[in-house]
């Protein structure tokens, strides 16, 4: 069945939610999401090629991340301003030569600039979000929402097995060069298929930009649901950042191998859909509860005994991965209920605070292991969910409860 959705006041004109048009969303955010994450299982074979030394290879990651954080501040609020297909096919064309560019860099500096513009210009999924909560009705926001961010989270899980198994066969380079192709192809279905929307909003960006501090300071969900979803996914950053080089050095897995670990840590990606579904119905809060608890807990294989080895491994990333993906689309639904007009605003607010802790748990990654190797890791990116849960039931829940 498809879901008609009603005319939105940013002129989408009345569009019909088929299903189709869900799974082109959650294909195309998949797509474009997955250019963050190309280098993480793969760092070990970029840092020497590019004479990069160990310690600051994790920074490759990191300045993805930033950039990312970067166009979400700078660029995702126009969507409330500039005509929205528009905007991302700019973006996209970005992201392309970006990635070309990757795949011929030799040096480490042109490639952590390079990567810094990857980041930067992969956020159109974050326009195509919003768009779709404006398309859908409200008594089923949620679940399109949740199905279109399970297509987020797979780009991001799927990306790592991918980019392992293209690197082990064809070298790194070939990764970049793929992923320029690929957003080719999905910048030209982008350009066919999504439907325009014009914004009412007549600000100047300026006004647009600075209109951003009076929403955080007068959104206390927005800061709240910003904080655990920042520090969840700090320590999801720090994981999967830090677990290639753990499956290299200490257990010895090939590039294919660790490609096998990243595709099933992608079965936490199940959580999206059962957390829209829990938002649309109330359970917000229980839920919110369930998805930091179950967080905070996803280290305990590690932290317990060793000798769990690679299997504990796999559960904590299956573990982590579902918590995260949970806590993210209830922050969502929650931001894009306060209003309508602002969602694009809303939604570059909430993804940069998630970004800029993923940028510091990936940073982190290097530094930790090559001092403490697993078990460091494992202690400090347990903090960030614990450090979320404490202010949860100090503060957050409290509030949210109040208002739900």
Same mark, same amino acid.
């Given at each position: 069945?498809? @879901?008609?959705?009603?005319?939105?006041?940013?002129?989408?004109?009345?569009?019909?939610? @088929?299903?189709?048009?869900?799974?082109?969303?959650?294909?195309?955010?998949? @797509? &474009?999401?997955?250019?963050?994450?190309?280098?993480? =299982?793969?760092?070990?074979? &970029?840092?020497?090629?590019?004479?990069?030394?160990? !310690?600051?290879?994790?920074?490759?990651?990191?300045?993805?991340?930033?950039?990312?954080?970067?166009?979400?501040?700078?660029? *995702?609020?126009?969507?409330?301003?500039?005509? !929205?297909?528009?905007?991302?096919?700019?973006?996209?064309?970005?992201?392309?030569?970006?990635?070309?560019? +990757?795949?011929?860099?030799?040096?480490?500096?042109?490639?952590? #600039?390079?990567?810094?513009?990857?980041?930067?210009?992969?956020? /159109?999924?974050?326009?195509?979000?919003?768009?779709?909560?404006?398309?859908?009705?409200?008594?089923?926001?949620?679940?399109?929402?949740?199905?279109?961010?399970?297509?987020?989270?797979?780009?991001?899980?799927?990306?790592? =097995? %991918?980019?392992?198994? *293209?690197?082990?066969?064809?070298?790194?380079?070939?990764?970049?060069?793929?992923? /320029?192709?690929?957003?080719?192809?999905?910048?030209?279905?982008?350009?066919?298929?999504?439907?325009?929307?014009?914004?009412?909003?007549?600000?100047?960006?300026?006004?647009?930009?600075?209109?951003?501090?009076?929403?955080?300071?007068?959104?206390?969900?927005?800061?709240?649901?910003?904080?655990?979803?920042?520090?969840?996914? +700090?320590?999801?950053?720090?994981?999967?950042?830090?677990?290639?080089?753990?499956?290299?050095?200490?257990?010895?897995?090939?590039? @294919?191998? %660790?490609?096998?670990?990243?595709?099933?840590?992608?079965?936490?990606?199940?959580?999206?859909? *059962?957390?829209?579904?829990?938002?649309?119905?109330?359970?917000?809060?229980? #839920?919110?509860?369930?998805?930091?608890?179950?967080?905070?807990?996803?280290?305990? =294989?590690?932290?317990?005994?060793?000798?769990?080895?690679?299997?504990?491994?796999?559960?904590?990333?299956? &573990?982590?991965?579902?918590?995260?993906?949970?806590?993210?689309?209830?922050?969502?639904?929650? &931001?894009?209920?306060?209003?309508?007009?602002?969602? !694009?605003?809303? !939604?570059?607010?909430?993804?940069?605070?998630?970004?800029?802790?993923?940028?510091?748990?990936?940073?982190?990654?290097? =530094?930790?292991?090559?001092?403490?190797?697993?078990?460091?890791?494992?202690?400090?990116?347990? /903090?960030?969910?614990?450090?979320?849960?404490?202010?949860?039931? #100090?503060?957050?829940?409290?509030?949210?409860?109040?208002?739900?």
């Amino acid at each position: 069945m498809s @879901t008609q959705a009603s005319t939105t006041a940013g002129g989408t004109g009345h569009v019909k939610m @088929t299903r189709s048009l869900i799974a082109l969303f959650a294909f195309c955010c998949g @797509t &474009i999401v997955a250019n963050l994450y190309y280098a993480q =299982p793969i760092t070990e074979l &970029i840092a020497p090629d590019i004479h990069m030394s160990g !310690n600051t290879a994790s920074m490759i990651v990191s300045l993805t991340q930033i950039g990312y954080a970067f166009g979400l501040f700078f660029l *995702v609020p126009l969507g409330d301003l500039l005509e !929205n297909r528009k905007l991302m096919i700019t973006t996209a064309l970005v992201s392309i030569v970006s990635l070309g560019a +990757a795949a011929f860099a030799h040096q480490p500096g042109w490639f952590l #600039a390079i990567s810094l513009l990857v980041g930067f210009s992969s956020v /159109a999924v974050q326009i195509l979000i919003p768009l779709a909560a404006h398309l859908a009705p409200d008594e089923s926001r949620g679940k399109v929402v949740g199905t279109i961010m399970s297509g987020l989270l797979l780009g991001i899980l799927l990306s790592r =097995p %991918i980019s392992s198994l *293209v690197a082990g066969h064809f070298g790194w380079r070939a990764v970049f060069g793929s992923a /320029a192709v690929l957003m080719a192809i999905v910048t030209t279905v982008l350009a066919l298929t999504i439907p325009p929307r014009q914004p009412d909003h007549k600000a100047t960006y300026f006004e647009l930009i600075g209109s951003l501090g009076h929403l955080v300071r007068t959104m206390p969900v927005l800061r709240h649901r910003s904080f655990y979803q920042g520090l969840m996914f +700090a320590s999801f950053s720090l994981f999967w950042t830090a677990i290639p080089v753990e499956l290299t050095r200490h257990y010895g897995l090939s590039q @294919t191998a %660790i490609a096998i670990f990243a595709l099933v840590g992608a079965i936490g990606a199940t959580s999206a859909p *059962v957390a829209g579904h829990l938002a649309d119905a109330g359970h917000t809060v229980r #839920a919110t509860l369930i998805a930091l608890v179950v967080g905070a807990l996803a280290y305990m =294989p590690a932290l317990i005994h060793p000798a769990w080895g690679v299997f504990g491994l796999v559960a904590t990333g299956i &573990i982590l991965d579902f918590a995260v993906q949970m806590n993210m689309v209830l922050g969502q639904r929650e &931001i894009y209920a306060l209003h309508a007009a602002s969602r !694009n605003r809303l !939604n570059a607010l909430y993804m940069t605070s998630i970004f800029v802790g993923g940028a510091f748990g990936s940073a982190l990654a290097s =530094p930790l292991y090559e001092h403490g190797g697993w078990p460091l890791v494992a202690g400090a990116a347990t /903090a960030f969910p614990l450090i979320a849960l404490a202010h949860y039931l #100090a503060i957050g829940r409290p509030h949210a409860a109040s208002i739900a």
